[in-house]
T-cell receptor, first 112, second 118 residues
Framework: DQQVKQNSPSLSVQEGRISILNCDYT??????FLWYKKYPAEGPTFLIS???IKDKNEDGRFTVFLNKSAKHLSLHIVPSQPGDSAVYFC???????????WGAGTKLIIKP | DTGVSQDPRHKITKRGQNVTFRCDPI?????LYWYRQTLGQGPEFLTY????????KSRLLSDRFSAERPKGSFSTLEIQRTEQGDSAMYLC????????????????FGAGTRLSVL
């Protein structure tokens, strides 16, 4: 039973345009959500997070939106840059539990 | 401090052999996590420590797996009698838990140890 789903294995976006990565979850007890970015041969790197009491969090070019009723979150990157090409993972933390549950990742390719 | 470091980066072993991996977390972090990642999947939680105490273990952690963090600093993950299904990337992460309600659970990862069981 996959509690965190990233349904797009890959996404290709033109440099300078907006990249939108999506994530759905099934467990209503999740109260904290994170996005990580991973380059080949490296571990995941923390990007941005959001708690369930908010619906938006912004950090520079990265914005995460949370729709609790739809159990959906998205990561917007604008403008997209070549260095953004990586695999992006969505992760969620269950209430009063510190284990992270991860999606399978979306490979983002930024075309020049 | 350069972050979380893992050793070795790659390990090739024959089925049935024992292997041990080491993780050095960020020095001031009191929590340490082990994950396993296979191709095309996200990391799967294995276990975590707060200081030297192992607080949670996943059902994925069979009795062939054992993890320790003897002094609350570095940790080791040992796999006994390796099987081909153990081939994966083993990731270590650390975080700083301040107190209940203030932990944001931002985990910082090492580059991982890639295990290949032949």
């Amino acid at each position: 039973d996959q509690q965190v789903k990233q349904n797009s294995p890959s996404l290709s976006v033109q440099e300078g345009r907006i990249s939108i990565l999506n994530c759905d979850y099934t467990n209503s007890m999740f109260d904290y959500f994170l996005w990580y970015k991973k380059y080949p041969a490296e571990g995941p790197t923390f990007l941005i997070s959001i708690s369930s009491i908010k619906d938006k969090n912004e950090d520079g070019r990265f914005t995460v939106f949370l729709n609790k009723s739809a159990k959906h979150l998205s990561l917007h990157i604008v403008p997209s840059q070549p260095g953004d090409s990586a695999v992006y993972f969505c992760a969620a933390s269950p209430d009063s539990n510190y284990q992270l549950i991860w999606g399978a990742g979306t490979k983002l390719i930024i075309k020049p | 401090d350069t972050g979380v470091s893992q050793d070795p980066r790659h390990k090739i072993t024959k089925r049935g052999q024992n292997v041990t991996f080491r993780c050095d977390p960020i020095s001031e972090h009191n929590r340490l996590y082990w994950y396993r990642q296979t191709l095309g999947q996200g990391p799967e939680f294995l276990t975590y420590f707060q200081n030297e105490a192992q607080l949670e273990k996943s059902r994925l952690l069979s009795d062939r797996f054992s993890a320790e963090r003897p002094k609350g600093s570095f940790s080791t993950l040992e796999i006994q009698r390796t099987e081909q299904g153990d081939s994966a990337m083993y990731l270590c992460a650390s975080s700083l838990a301040l107190s209940k309600g203030l932990t944001k659970n931002i985990q910082y990862f090492g580059a991982g140890t890639r295990l290949s069981v032949l």
